[in-house]
């Protein structure tokens, strides 16, 4: 058997950043990596080409009356920048104080190799684990999987399965695990603002026409109402309610709102009707500006009248919602809103679709809930308690992966979600890492619910 950490610093290295080209080789370097792991640990891996990055499958087969597993894990991660605000290099993992840091550490490298060695060791201890497994890797993830509507039409057959094992969200503490119940769905766009010809002399010709920038900024304001809420009918329409356990899991977090804004480092929380703010990320839809620019942007002054002005916009979609209705509605309250001495031009982006899974034992558990997911649910219940020392939570997150939604959607099959992320993991940020400690403690959980999966 491998050795799962000195695997995980070799995969660091592959520089798979997705949404930039000049990673191209680097997106190669990862996928082989993958490959030639999984094959290694005695599944038959196959590579099948999308229009952008291949998708991973590594099957095991056996009798059809055997439980199906499917483990997801993405083999592509966020870009590194800015690099200067990293103590090490990004891609040179480095272990420092119990963690390991480097790009793709926490989000997903560190966690996908957690059930790549539960699977290896089970296997090597149970060569007849009557247990089918299918991994599906992405290299599509950090750029909302646009892959993946295709090759799930194409490809259905072959990975439907009881449900999905996968680690790509996040817990409190190293001693607190979540396994996530919801995640919000996402839709991402660009608008650009087009005023004059070119830049002008903000002084030969300031006062003449509008400035895309301020144009923009006033659209970007309308927005929000003052008290938080998204300025756009119908917005809220169609979410679902949150259930009283629910509250009841989130209010036994064990992290104050007063740890929580010191750990963000604002002066105050402001949120959708004065709820709390672990409610705020988890349970209510958002409208948010990623990126603005237009203009110098250089050292010093540049006095000039920009010809354009553009806003990079996400929305957090949460249960029930439909992410196509909600684009529609943005982009139309951009149009309404928007000044006609400025021509505006909207490029939609990403989009997924928010997802909701009940444990058993609620009173909103469905009555036709699978009974091998509910048996994996309880193992799982068990091996944290054991392994970590307390229960786990079961709450929603704030964040998105498509996938799940949409093997949900073409498939029928619900996720258990592992939560090996922790807040100082710092995912998607500069200095990016994670605790090695999660990790170890990790992989005999993930062996748990494969052996009782499988009755072992």
């Known amino acids: 058997m491998f050795d799962p950490l000195e695997k995980l610093k070799e995969y660091i290295r592959c520089q798979s950043v997705s949404a930039d080209s000049s990673f191209g080789a680097g997106m190669t ?18 590579v099948i080409d999308t229009p952008l990055h291949p998708i991973i499958l ?17 083999y592509d991660v966020q870009p590194p920048d800015p690099v200067d605000l990293w103590t090490t290099p990004p891609f040179e993992p480095t272990e420092r104080d119990g963690r390991l840091y480097g790009r793709g550490a926490a989000d997903n490298k560190g966690p996908f190799m957690v059930h790549v060695a539960a699977v290896g060791s089970l296997l090597e201890e149970h060569p007849d684990l009557p247990l089918r497994i299918t991994f599906l890797v992405e290299g599509e993830e950090e750029i909302g999987s646009p892959s993946l509507e295709g090759f799930l039409s194409a490809c259905k057959d072959c990975i439907a399965g009881d449900f ?13 695990i ?11 766009l ?18 003449a026409f509008l400035n895309p920038i301020q144009a923009l900024t006033g ?20 979410i679902v309610e949150v259930a009283p356990w629910e509250r009841e899991e989130l209010s036994r977090l064990g992290t104050t709102e007063e740890e929580y804004r010191e750990f963000v480092g604002v002066r105050k929380f402001k949120t959708l009707n004065d709820v709390s703010p672990f409610e705020g990320i988890r349970f209510y839809p958002t409208l948010e500006f990623n990126g603005i620019g237009g203009g110098y942007q250089g050292e010093g002054s540049k006095t000039v009248i920009p010809s354009s002005a553009f806003v990079k916009i996400s929305c957090r979609l949460v249960a029930n919602q439909d992410t196509d209705r909600i684009e529609k509605l943005v982009i139309a309250a951009l149009r309404d809103r928007c000044p006609d001495d400025v021509t505006l031009t909207v490029k939609p982006g990403q989009k997924g679709d928010p997802y909701l899974v009940v444990p058993p034992g609620r009173p909103n558990t469905p009555s036709d809930q699978s009974p091998v ?38 498939l029928g099959m619900d996720s258990i979600m592992l939560g090996l992320c922790l807040p100082e993991d710092r995912l998607h940020a500069p200095n990016e890492s994670l605790h090695l400690g999660v990790m170890k403690k990790a992989i005999p959980v993930s062996r748990d619910i494969l052996k009782s999966v499988a009755g072992v």
Request: aromatic fraction near 6%.
């Open 29 to 46: 370097q990862a996928r082989d990596f993958v490959s030639g792991l999984l094959g290694g640990i005695g599944l038959d891996v196959e």
């Open 58 to 74: 590594a099957k095991r087969g056996g009798d059809p009356s055997w439980p199906h597993v499917v483990i997801y894990g993405h």
């Open 164 to 176: 999905v094992l996968l680690s790509d969200t996040a817990s409190p503490s190293e001693d607190q």
């Open 178 to 188: 979540v396994i996530t119940s919801g995640l919000r769905g996402i839709i991402t």
């Open 190 to 207: 660009e608008a650009e603002l087009i005023g004059a010809s070119g830049d002008f002399h903000s002084g030969m010709h300031g006062g």
């Open 219 to 238: 659209l970007c304001a309308s927005l929000h109402h003052e008290d938080g809420r998204v300025n756009i009918d119908g917005f809220y329409d169609d």
């Open 373 to 410: 997911l509910a048996r994996a649910f309880e193992s799982t219940i068990e091996s944290v308690t054991r392994v970590f020392g307390r229960p786990p939570l079961f709450l929603r997150e704030g964040g998105s992966v498509p996938i799940i939604a949409d093997l949900h959607r073409a």
